[in-house]
């Protein structure tokens, strides 16, 4: 089988290395290079694959090389790898390293930059992909199988569009903790104890969840079936549109949108 080669062993690469091994591919065609000692004897022991502290020619054979570095380690990890792996298709899993500095870096234009997020820890994930046009049909499909134990993924035609997918998705977990937060905060407040709150509020956010995702609905067709004129969710939703929390969100999203372009210039430089 062809070697996938991971530059960076964190929790992105464990996830997609967990899934490939659990779904059969062979630990023997995995390899991953990473400087820390801890993180390398981990990854030996949970999956038994090879590491490498420092890239060398054991990368030249490489089919599928996955950039799961932190982005502003990406030009001091990308040095001693590009002279062995211009062969190979790039898969990066990085934020704001636009697929021109990765394509300029590694010395290919076959490049595809995905976009995932943290669920995918749990195969529940969602990545945004773009591809240069140099990445043929049978490479895209390639780079949906390696994620697939992740979760799902998501094409865009436009690189662009990854900062828009980073604003949603990306950072998207992260607006659901918070509002997960506010509710089990509110339980506590109204006299339900912290693990009651936190019950009803993963409940709730998981069931709500899955019905949007079973329905043919709009989410807003969702929300005006539980919505009774002068009821308690009426009450409620008259308080957050008064506060502009709906703007807020858009603002919010937009504010996230815009960091991802600018981090997309810094690490260009």
């Given at each position: 089988m ?52 420092a ?6 054979d490489?089919a ?18 590009a ?13 704001g390293?636009r ?68 604003a ?36 709730t ?36 549109e ?28």
């Amino acid at each position: 089988m062809n070697k996938l080669v991971f530059i960076g062993g964190g929790n992105m690469a464990r996830a997609i290395i967990g899934g490939l091994l659990g779904s059969g591919r062979p630990a023997s065609s995995v390899l991953v290079v990473d400087p820390g000692d801890a993180q390398r004897s981990a990854l030996q022991s949970d999956f038994g694959i090879t590491t490498l502290a420092a890239a060398g020619p054991e990368l030249a054979d490489a089919a599928l090389v996955v950039w799961a570095v932190k982005p502003q380690l990406f030009g001091v990890a990308s040095a001693p790898c590009a002279p062995h792996i211009g062969a190979a298709l790039q898969l990066s899993v990085m934020a704001g390293i636009r697929s021109d500095t990765i394509a300029r870096a590694c010395g290919t234009e076959r490049v595809v930059r995905a976009m995932p997020n943290t669920p995918a820890l749990i195969g529940q994930g969602i990545a945004g992909l773009f591809a240069r046009p140099q990445v043929t049909a049978d490479e895209r499909t390639e780079v949906e199988a390696v994620l697939a134990p992740t979760g799902r993924t998501l094409w865009v035609d436009r690189e662009a569009d990854l900062d828009a997918v980073t604003a949603v998705s990306g950072s998207g977990p992260a607006y659901v903790f918070y509002l997960l937060e506010a509710l089990i905060d509110s339980a506590q407040q109204m006299g339900l104890s912290a693990e009651q709150g936190r019950q009803l509020a993963l409940a709730t956010m998981a069931g709500a969840t899955a019905l949007a995702a079973g329905s043919d609905q709009p989410p807003a067709t969702l929300r005006q079936q539980v919505t009774s004129k002068g009821g308690t969710t009426f009450a409620a939703l008259e308080v957050l549109e008064a506060a502009g929390v709906k703007a807020s969100f858009v603002e919010a999203l937009e504010a996230a949108r815009h960091r991802a372009s600018q981090l997309g210039d810094e690490f260009g430089a």
